[in-house]
């Protein structure tokens, strides 16, 4: 698996999280603006914690010997 593939399953699951965050917030009375910060925080929390995966993918794949015949991505 790529880094951009990891990336991308990573943001798509947060982004599958999101409607049901929001629909958590409203049974629990919250108004827009406390739900677009909360949401906002969540999205700001999942960038960050995502943004040493890719860096973190190309080390361990550098650290693979190469193999004969076997092609690189």
């Known amino acids: 698996?790529?880094?951009?593939?990891?990336?991308?399953?990573?943001l798509v699951f947060a982004s599958a999280l999101g409607p049901g965050a929001g629909g958590l917030l409203l049974d629990a009375g919250a108004g827009q603006p406390v739900q677009?910060?909360?949401?906002?925080?969540?999205?700001l929390m999942v960038s960050v914690l995502v943004v040493p995966?890719?860096?973190r993918l190309r080390a361990r794949t550098s650290a693979v010997p190469h193999r004969e015949g076997v092609p690189s991505r």
């Open 53 to 55: 995966v890719p860096r």
């Open 1 to 10: 698996m790529s880094s951009w593939e990891l990336v991308v399953a990573v």
């Open 36 to 43: 677009l910060v909360a949401l906002g925080g969540y999205c």
